[in-house]
């Protein structure tokens, strides 16, 4: 093999193997965007309530609130009752308020 056909060899193996790298490149962005639009939240929790207050009764302990869809869980402690109650989270419309209880 000639010094010429060497040189040209060597030189369609770089870019070769540069295409090869632009290739797996674009294929790995295009699975990194595929992963992250499966585990994004549709929205966050802030948008989903449209809520500005929300009514309690007088001298209670909040212990936690957690948005659920279209419903916030609100537990609390009221006279030393655990309490865990369901409010729209569009209209602040209690849903259900139930009391939780020791076995």
């Given at each position: 093999?000639?010094?010429?056909?060497?040189?040209?060899?060597?030189?369609?193996r770089?870019?070769?193997?540069?295409?090869?790298?632009?290739?797996?490149?674009?294929?790995?962005?295009?699975?990194?965007?595929?992963?992250?639009?499966?585990?994004?939240?549709?929205?966050?929790?802030?948008?989903?309530?449209?809520?500005?207050?929300?009514?309690?009764?007088?001298?209670v302990?909040?212990?936690a609130?957690?948005?659920?869809?279209?419903?916030?869980?609100?537990?609390?402690?009221?006279?030393?009752?655990?309490i865990?109650?369901?409010?729209?989270?569009?209209?602040?419309?209690?849903?259900?308020?139930?009391?939780?209880?020791?076995?």
């Amino acid at each position: 093999m000639t010094d010429e056909a060497r040189v040209i060899i060597g030189k369609a193996r770089r870019s070769f193997g540069f295409s090869m790298s632009i290739l797996i490149l674009g294929f790995m962005a295009i699975v990194l965007a595929l992963v992250y639009r499966a585990t994004k939240d549709r929205e966050s929790a802030a948008d989903m309530v449209a809520l500005e207050e929300i009514a309690l009764p007088s001298s209670v302990e909040v212990r936690a609130m957690v948005p659920v869809n279209d419903v916030i869980a609100i537990t609390y402690v009221k006279e030393g009752r655990t309490i865990l109650r369901l409010v729209d989270g569009a209209s602040g419309e209690m849903i259900r308020e139930i009391v939780v209880v020791a076995e």
